[in-house]
T-cell receptor, first 114, second 112 residues
């Protein structure tokens, strides 16, 4: 069974540009989560999507947005990139929307903003 | 809402020695607790999880963790560490809105 996949593995952008990160959940999983892991800041929750709807978002500005497609894959968009957006972005998926569901993580997309 | 803390930022052990990584939690009801491992530049891999029942949980790669309600702890253990265990270890618990709250992580160095 394939795990969570993310693309691209690395992304280099300049300040002010937009970045799009993609995630495919484990087959059968309906919930997708996005986390940011920036140096010195630990793992911070960004967004949760389930059944195509945004269910929760962390303490991030509106320029961080995303969506979930009918096949449950997801896209994270970061507009007006800032230097501090440089981080590893991790996607996770879970079988359902119960709070205690195990989250399985992908390998991440490393975003570098110059 | 649950939260977790990992008191140790960095731990160094000799290969073959035993390992214990600490995790303390705060909770409102029955806790759900997880341990993940992250190798350099990689995503997070689930080691084990506790939902209820047996307080000693077995995971992958020879790891185990013991839930102790009296101490509010969920420490990760391994009887004999291998060089490949060098990584960052995170304790986690689900919080409001399905977000996982992660500890700050413990970096493990294994010396030969």
């Amino acid at each position: 069974e394939a795990g969570v996949t993310q693309s691209p593995t690395h992304l280099i952008k300049t300040r002010g540009q937009q970045a799009t990160l993609r995630c495919s959940p484990i087959s059968g999983h309906t919930s997708v989560y996005w986390y940011q892991q920036a140096l010195g800041l630990g793992l911070q929750f960004l967004l949760w999507y389930d059944e195509g709807e945004e269910r929760n978002r962390g303490n991030f500005p509106p320029r961080f947005s995303g969506r979930q497609f009918p096949n449950y894959s997801s896209e994270l968009n970061v507009n007006a990139l800032e230097l501090e957006d440089s981080a590893l972005y991790l996607c996770a998926s879970s079988l359902g929307a119960q709070g205690q569901e195990t989250q399985y993580f992908g390998p991440g997309t490393r975003l570098l903003v110059l | 809402a649950q939260s977790v803390t990992q008191p140790d930022i960095h731990i160094t052990v000799s290969e073959g020695a035993s390992l214990e990584l600490r995790c303390n939690y705060s909770y409102g009801a029955t806790p759900y607790l997880f341990w993940y491992v992250q190798s350099p530049g990689q995503g997070l891999q689930l080691l084990l999880k506790y939902f209820s029942g047996d307080t000693l949980v077995q995971g992958i790669k020879g790891f185990e963790a013991e839930f102790k309600r009296s101490q509010s702890s969920f420490n990760l253990r391994k009887p004999s560490v291998h060089w490949s265990d060098a990584a960052e270890y995170f304790c986690a618990a689900p919080s409001t809105g399905n977000q996982f709250y992660f500890g700050t992580g413990t970096s493990l160095t294994v010396i030969p």
